[in-house]
C-alpha cells in the first residue's frame, strides 16, 4: 500500500490531493481525498497495474501545470 500527495501549479491556479493506493496482485484500488483548489480542477489521479507494476498517474487539464508527487510506502 501507498500513500500519494500530490502539488499542481499552473500560474496562481493550484491544487493539491492525497491518495491511498493499494493491490491484491491484479487490481489496484485507490481513493482520493482532501482535494483542494484555488480555481477549479487541475487534473485527476488513477492507477493500473501491469504484471506486479503499479502505476499512479496524475493526468493534467492542461500541458502547463507543473505537477510534484511525494509518496510512502507500507512494506508487508
Request: cysteine-free; aromatic content about 8%; glycine content about 8%.
Amino acid at each position: 500500500s501507498a500513500k500519494y500527495i500530490v502539488q499542481v501549479t499552473n500560474g496562481t491556479n493550484f491544487q493539491t490531493q492525497e491518495a491511498l493506493v493499494v493491490h491484491n496482485g491484479t487490481t489496484p484500488q485507490m481513493v482520493t481525498y482532501g482535494t483542494v483548489q484555488t480555481n477549479g480542477n487541475l487534473g485527476v489521479m488513477s492507477a493500473s497495474i501491469s504484471g506486479s507494476t503499479v502505476s499512479v498517474q496524475f493526468t493534467a487539464a492542461n500541458a502547463s501545470n507543473t505537477v510534484r508527487i511525494w509518496r510512502e510506502y507500507l512494506q508487508l
